[in-house]
């Protein structure tokens, strides 16, 4: 085995407990749920200021071990069945989406030193909660949501369109309904669509309200309208893993996940042409 390969079954995820993959894992796991510590920590300004040392060592271990298993991911991944080409394989892992959450967790730290603004750079570190998101390719419950949303994608498409094109005409009929009276609340359509936001989703900040009684009468029917509006998506998320938990336990279960029926056991034996 090239070091290149064993390098990258260290890399990849692994299943098996004991093994150096898993080990592996596991530490990669606990740095990024550190990282996620450390920056809330931050800012609290009694805990900071005596561990301010602490702080940057560990965010400067941080920035080096994740370039370093960036770099080392980059340099395995033509090990990869999908990505085996050793120029265009690297180029669509580096787009990948989550070769780009490995990329943006560390980025920001190098900008400093190719004359970028610092206020810039301190924006960006809010990047480095994107090593959160990292943890969900070593979790299952995340490989279950990812294939919820993928499949209801087209369901969830339609249903933010529908509450966006609501969010609109709500938000131009307040404002033709409140502008005269109040022209400094409901100064603009956009502006408007502040309160329209707030509304539909059943928030109400109370920074705008409408005072005639037309834009009370349509500021409730629209409150009303808010509530079935937020529970549309919710609704078809819940249906989406309502029915990828019934296939995962049907697959189990030696059961069909289509139909229900029982898989004859020579159908389950038979091997995959990728197996042999």
């Keep these: 085995m090239s070091p290149r390969r064993q390098v990258y079954e260290i890399l990849k995820i692994s299943d098996r407990k004991g093994t150096l993959s898993h080990a592996f894992d596991v530490f990669l796991i606990v740095v990024i749920l550190l990282n996620a510590l450390a920056l809330i920590l931050e800012t609290v300004e009694r805990i900071y ?19 370093a298993e960036y770099g080392l991911r980059v340099w395995t991944i033509p090990e990869h069945p999908e990505y085996r080409h050793p120029v265009r394989g690297r180029l669509r892992f580096i787009l990948s989406p989550l070769a780009l959450v490995d990329l943006l967790a560390f980025l920001p730290y190098y900008l400093p030193f190719m004359g970028v603004d610092l206020r810039f750079v301190r924006m960006l570190r809010i990047f480095r909660l994107f090593r959160v998101f990292r943890v969900s390719r070593y979790l299952k419950a995340f490989d279950l949501i990812r294939h919820v949303f993928r499949r209801k994608r087209e369901e969830l498409f339609i249903s933010l369109v529908f509450v966006a094109f609501i969010l609109v005409v709500t938000s ?104 042999i």
């Design 49 to 67: 200021v005596p561990f301010r040392a602490f702080f940057q060592y560990f965010d400067l271990f941080s920035i080096l071990f994740f370039t």
């Design 172 to 275: 131009c009929t307040m404002y033709f309904v409140e502008h005269e009276a109040q022209p400094k609340a409901f100064s603009s359509i956009p502006a408007t669509m502040w309160w329209g936001v707030a509304t539909l989703t059943t928030v109400g900040y109370g920074d705008m309200y409408p005072i005639t009684p037309l834009g009370k009468f349509i500021g409730s029917l629209i409150a009303i309208l808010g509530v079935g509006l937020v529970a549309l998506p919710a609704g078809i998320l819940a249906s989406g893993f309502s029915e990828e938990m019934a296939k995962r336990t049907n697959r189990q279960d030696g059961l069909c996940p289509t139909c229900g029926q029982e898989i004859p056991k020579d159908r389950e034996e038979t091997p995959k042409s990728g197996d």
